[in-house]
């Protein structure tokens, strides 16, 4: 199965190296076409200058100031809004007509938003919306405060650089539904410490490829649901890679849950974990697998100091490792039940998993599987481990 893992970075990285030439070609469109300035702060409004534009024709928005207004921008071809500094789009108060977003985006192709903030109430759905099969859409140096942050949803496909939120009413603060395609690099998601309970990346029957982004005191800093996959993929190496999942507040439950059927792929970029879960344990830990769903981690899992569970997985759900390391938790290392598998594969260095309590724990119907692959002396409460890989075949 780890087998996949560079053919899979392969496919992603040519895909996305595609994706990035359309992207240009888009922006190389909207230079081409006029260049209007937007100054809110002397009373203009951005949605009528975009209620002035040919849809079909590129363009670029310079936008100053703070526009206070639900932005609607649907069936745009090759269209830039260019925040200049401190530039920004507030929710209004009042909001008759019902508006989801503060910032929607659908129908749309060759959109791009740079140098935005967008600060959402608690009254409404979310900031940005991202739908009805919009493509290649890049927000870049976008802020998002306030209410669920950006949901990408109905087959939309989006890059997401150096994008920043903060969530401070609603469940997400990046969310991906019915399909979509997301490629997120760089960025820090939070959410302050006020007892709610939040996701970071919420991922929900959509594909996300991800890289270089921190996640902080977030409840569930990634979840992955019904059929959704994530992957860490090193696409740009000229940004940074490894994926950090802080818990400075104490209040994360999962640094990761993969359920419903999903799958988390680590290819090229880290994921480091640090203090996740609680102390009570149970399911609470660093990844959570569970109900039919795979986590292939080969090297690329770093877990230290979780206070509950390192990896568990459960419900006919099944892992890999491959020179990963689970060091420190207060609860198990490797926790393993319920028909599941943990499979410790050979890689160019052995899987550390020491110093939790204890390090390999399995039922009687689940197994940990290439135990020979691991470095030191694992303490273990588990009647189900194998040398190899499987039982001796025939």
């Known amino acids: ?89 507030q929710q209004p108060a009042t909001n008759p007509q019902s508006y989801s977003y503060v910032l929607s985006i659908t129908g749309s192709r060759g959109i791009t938003v740079s140098g935005l903030a967008v600060h959402s109430l608690p009254s409404i759905f979310s900031g940005i919306g991202i739908g009805k099969g919009s493509n290649e859409v890049l927000l870049e140096n976008v802020n998002v405060d306030g209410s669920w942050g950006l949901v990408i949803y109905e087959e939309s496909q989006v890059w997401l650089v150096h994008v920043n939120v903060n969530i401070t009413s609603g469940f997400a603060a990046i969310s991906a539904f019915d399909k979509s395609d997301v490629h997120i690099a760089g960025g820090l998601l939070r959410s302050p410490n006020d007892g709610s309970f939040r996701a970071g990346l919420f991922v929900g029957s959509g594909h996300v490829t991800l890289q270089g982004m921190t996640i902080r005191d977030l409840q569930e800093s990634i979840s992955i649901s019904q059929s959704g996959s994530v992957d860490l993929v090193n696409v740009n190496p000229a940004l940074a890679s490894d994926v950090t999942i802080e818990n400075p507040s104490g209040t994360n439950v999962n640094g990761a849950t993969v359920s419903d059927g999903s799958s988390f792929n680590l290819g090229g970029a880290r994921l480091l974990i640090s203090n996740a879960g609680q102390p009570w344990g149970a399911t609470s830990s660093a990844v ?75 039922d009687s119907n689940s197994f940990i599987t290439g135990i020979a692959n691991l470095a030191g002396v694992p303490t273990t409460n588990c009647g189900n481990l194998l040398s190899g890989n499987t039982v001796a075949l025939p």
Do not use: W, Y
């Not at 994706?19 to 076409?33: D, H, T």
């Not at 568990?312 to 990963?324: D, E, F, M």
């Not at 207060?330 to 599941?340: D, E, F, K, T």
């Open 1 to 89: 199965m780890f087998n996949r893992i560079p053919r899979v970075c392969v496919t992603f990285r040519r895909f996305l190296e595609v994706i990035s030439i359309l992207f240009l070609i888009s922006a190389a469109f909207a230079q081409n076409g006029p260049t209007i300035t937007v100054n809110c702060g002397n009373g203009q409004s951005l949605n009528h200058a975009l209620s002035q534009l040919d849809k079909q024709k590129p363009a670029t928005v310079v936008v100053e100031g703070t526009c206070t207004e639900f932005v609607k921008i649907d069936g745009f071809e090759a269209l830039t809004l260019k925040g200049q500094s401190g530039a920004a789009i």
């Open 288 to 362: 959570f697998v569970t109900n039919n769903s795979t986590l292939n981690a080969g090297a690329n899992l770093i877990v230290s100091n979780s206070k509950g569970q390192g990896v568990i997985v459960t419900n006919n759900s099944h892992a890999t490792l491959a020179g990963s390391s689970i060091t420190g938790s207060l609860h198990g290392g490797l926790v393993v039940a319920n028909l599941s598998t943990i499979d410790i594969q050979p890689g160019n260095s052995l899987t550390l998993v020491g110093g939790n309590a204890p390090d390999l724990f399995c």
